[in-house]
Protein backbone atom coordinates (compact mmCIF):
# COMPACT_ATOMS: atom_id res chain seq x y z
CA UNK A 1 0.00 0.00 0.00
CA UNK A 2 3.07 2.42 0.81
CA UNK A 3 4.13 1.93 -2.98
CA UNK A 4 0.85 3.11 -4.41
CA UNK A 5 0.15 5.91 -1.89
CA UNK A 6 4.09 6.81 -3.22
CA UNK A 7 3.34 6.42 -6.59
CA UNK A 8 -0.13 8.61 -6.48
CA UNK A 9 1.53 10.98 -4.11
CA UNK A 10 4.43 11.55 -6.72
CA UNK A 11 2.46 11.27 -9.57
CA UNK A 12 0.31 13.84 -8.49
CA UNK A 13 3.04 16.41 -8.16
CA UNK A 14 4.25 15.32 -11.45
CA UNK A 15 1.19 16.41 -13.26
CA UNK A 16 -0.19 18.93 -11.17
CA UNK A 17 -2.50 21.46 -13.35
CA UNK A 18 -3.20 24.74 -12.76
CA UNK A 19 -5.98 24.26 -10.51
CA UNK A 20 -4.56 21.86 -8.28
CA UNK A 21 -2.14 23.47 -5.91
CA UNK A 22 0.00 21.38 -3.41
CA UNK A 23 -2.11 22.12 -0.59
CA UNK A 24 -5.21 20.33 -2.75
CA UNK A 25 -2.70 17.57 -3.45
CA UNK A 26 -1.33 17.06 0.09
CA UNK A 27 -5.43 17.20 1.27
CA UNK A 28 -5.61 14.11 -1.52
CA UNK A 29 -2.51 12.36 0.11
CA UNK A 30 -4.41 12.39 3.24
CA UNK A 31 -7.36 11.67 2.56
CA UNK A 32 -5.70 8.33 0.74
CA UNK A 33 -4.12 7.46 4.01
CA UNK A 34 -6.90 7.89 6.06
CA UNK A 35 -9.03 5.54 4.00
CA UNK A 36 -6.43 3.33 3.89
CA UNK A 37 -6.24 2.78 7.55
CA UNK A 38 -10.13 2.49 7.24
CA UNK A 39 -9.26 -0.46 4.72
CA UNK A 40 -6.49 -2.04 6.21
CA UNK A 41 -8.32 -2.37 9.17
CA UNK A 42 -11.23 -3.92 7.30
CA UNK A 43 -9.07 -6.67 6.04
CA UNK A 44 -7.42 -7.59 8.99
CA UNK A 45 -10.76 -8.17 10.45
CA UNK A 46 -12.37 -10.09 8.06
CA UNK A 47 -8.94 -11.89 7.57
CA UNK A 48 -8.88 -12.60 11.15
CA UNK A 49 -12.85 -13.74 11.04
CA UNK A 50 -11.76 -16.46 8.50
CA UNK A 51 -9.71 -18.39 11.60
CA UNK A 52 -6.56 -19.26 8.58
CA UNK A 53 -3.72 -18.11 10.29
CA UNK A 54 -2.43 -16.16 7.59
CA UNK A 55 -0.80 -12.68 7.35
CA UNK A 56 -1.86 -9.52 5.23
CA UNK A 57 1.17 -10.44 2.98
CA UNK A 58 0.05 -13.70 2.22
CA UNK A 59 -3.00 -12.96 1.73
CA UNK A 60 -2.35 -10.20 -0.75
CA UNK A 61 -0.47 -13.25 -2.31
CA UNK A 62 -3.55 -15.60 -2.55
CA UNK A 63 -5.63 -12.33 -4.16
CA UNK A 64 -3.31 -11.74 -6.65
CA UNK A 65 -3.48 -15.25 -7.67
CA UNK A 66 -6.87 -15.39 -7.45
CA UNK A 67 -7.33 -12.21 -9.40
CA UNK A 68 -4.69 -13.07 -12.17
CA UNK A 69 -4.23 -17.08 -12.47
CA UNK A 70 -1.42 -19.00 -12.11
CA UNK A 71 1.46 -16.57 -11.61
CA UNK A 72 5.25 -17.84 -11.89
CA UNK A 73 7.78 -17.37 -8.78
CA UNK A 74 8.97 -13.99 -10.35
CA UNK A 75 5.81 -12.49 -11.35
CA UNK A 76 4.06 -13.27 -8.06
CA UNK A 77 6.82 -11.44 -6.26
CA UNK A 78 6.49 -8.13 -8.45
CA UNK A 79 2.99 -8.45 -7.96
CA UNK A 80 3.35 -7.87 -4.13
CA UNK A 81 6.66 -5.46 -3.95
CA UNK A 82 9.09 -8.37 -2.77
CA UNK A 83 12.09 -9.99 -3.81
CA UNK A 84 11.64 -13.93 -5.51
CA UNK A 85 13.26 -15.15 -2.02
CA UNK A 86 10.68 -13.54 0.31
CA UNK A 87 8.08 -14.77 -2.03
CA UNK A 88 9.76 -18.05 -2.34
CA UNK A 89 9.63 -18.46 1.92
CA UNK A 90 5.89 -17.12 1.60
CA UNK A 91 4.80 -19.66 -1.27
CA UNK A 92 6.23 -22.63 1.15
CA UNK A 93 4.06 -21.52 3.81
CA UNK A 94 1.17 -21.29 1.68
CA UNK A 95 1.66 -24.65 0.20
CA UNK A 96 2.33 -26.30 3.36
CA UNK A 97 -1.16 -25.11 4.48
CA UNK A 98 -2.74 -26.66 1.17
CA UNK A 99 -3.65 -22.56 0.03
CA UNK A 100 -1.20 -22.76 -2.75
CA UNK A 101 0.11 -25.76 -5.21
CA UNK A 102 3.09 -25.40 -7.78
CA UNK A 103 3.11 -27.21 -10.66
CA UNK A 104 5.56 -27.58 -13.74
CA UNK A 105 4.54 -25.14 -16.66
CA UNK A 106 2.84 -27.03 -19.80
CA UNK A 107 5.37 -25.33 -22.33
CA UNK A 108 8.31 -25.40 -20.28
CA UNK A 109 9.00 -27.39 -17.54
CA UNK A 110 11.91 -26.00 -15.94
CA UNK A 111 9.20 -23.47 -14.96
CA UNK A 112 7.31 -23.93 -11.47
CA UNK A 113 3.43 -22.11 -11.41
CA UNK A 114 1.71 -21.00 -8.73
CA UNK A 115 -1.62 -21.48 -8.19
CA UNK A 116 -4.31 -21.59 -5.35
CA UNK A 117 -5.95 -24.78 -4.12
CA UNK A 118 -9.58 -25.02 -3.97
CA UNK A 119 -8.93 -24.33 -0.41
CA UNK A 120 -7.71 -20.83 -1.28
CA UNK A 121 -9.74 -20.30 -3.45
CA UNK A 122 -12.33 -20.43 -0.78
CA UNK A 123 -10.69 -18.96 1.72
CA UNK A 124 -10.19 -15.62 -0.54
CA UNK A 125 -13.87 -15.76 -1.36
CA UNK A 126 -14.53 -15.93 2.21
CA UNK A 127 -12.84 -13.28 3.17
CA UNK A 128 -13.56 -11.36 0.22
CA UNK A 129 -17.91 -11.50 1.00
CA UNK A 130 -17.03 -10.43 4.73
CA UNK A 131 -15.16 -7.65 3.66
CA UNK A 132 -17.60 -6.59 0.95
CA UNK A 133 -20.20 -6.67 3.83
CA UNK A 134 -18.80 -4.82 6.21
CA UNK A 135 -17.05 -2.29 3.48
CA UNK A 136 -20.91 -2.02 2.15
CA UNK A 137 -22.18 -1.39 6.02
CA UNK A 138 -19.64 1.55 5.94
CA UNK A 139 -20.48 2.71 2.45
CA UNK A 140 -24.49 3.20 3.57
CA UNK A 141 -23.15 6.25 5.58
CA UNK A 142 -21.92 8.06 2.65
CA UNK A 143 -24.85 10.66 1.02
CA UNK A 144 -25.93 9.55 -2.20
CA UNK A 145 -25.35 12.93 -3.75
CA UNK A 146 -21.44 12.11 -2.89
CA UNK A 147 -21.28 8.50 -3.81
CA UNK A 148 -20.69 8.49 -7.58
CA UNK A 149 -17.36 11.02 -6.66
CA UNK A 150 -16.32 8.01 -4.74
CA UNK A 151 -17.15 5.69 -7.15
CA UNK A 152 -14.97 7.75 -10.14
CA UNK A 153 -12.06 8.13 -7.61
CA UNK A 154 -11.45 4.89 -6.07
CA UNK A 155 -11.50 3.43 -9.40
CA UNK A 156 -9.15 6.06 -10.71
CA UNK A 157 -6.71 5.14 -7.54
CA UNK A 158 -7.40 1.14 -8.34
CA UNK A 159 -6.47 1.47 -11.79
CA UNK A 160 -3.67 3.84 -11.42
CA UNK A 161 -2.27 1.18 -8.93
CA UNK A 162 -3.00 -1.71 -11.70
CA UNK A 163 -5.86 -3.27 -9.66
CA UNK A 164 -8.16 -6.23 -11.69
CA UNK A 165 -11.53 -5.73 -11.36
CA UNK A 166 -12.81 -8.17 -8.50
CA UNK A 167 -16.15 -9.14 -10.68
CA UNK A 168 -13.37 -9.90 -13.57
CA UNK A 169 -11.47 -12.62 -11.51
CA UNK A 170 -11.99 -16.57 -12.91
CA UNK A 171 -13.67 -18.91 -10.49
CA UNK A 172 -11.25 -21.86 -12.26
CA UNK A 173 -7.93 -20.67 -13.64
CA UNK A 174 -6.50 -23.88 -15.34
CA UNK A 175 -2.72 -24.46 -15.00
Known amino acids: MGRIVSSLYNSCHMNQTADQTPVAQEAMVDAVLSASRVLVAI ?15 Q ?8 SRGPQSMAALAEAVAVTPATASRMCDRLVKKGLVRRRSDRHDRRQVRLALTETGRHLVDTVSARRRLEIATL ?4 PSETQQSVVSALTHLAQSAGEVPEQSWSTGWDL
Open 43 to 57: AARSLADAGEEVTLP
Open 59 to 66: YRSLVVLA
Open 139 to 142: LETI
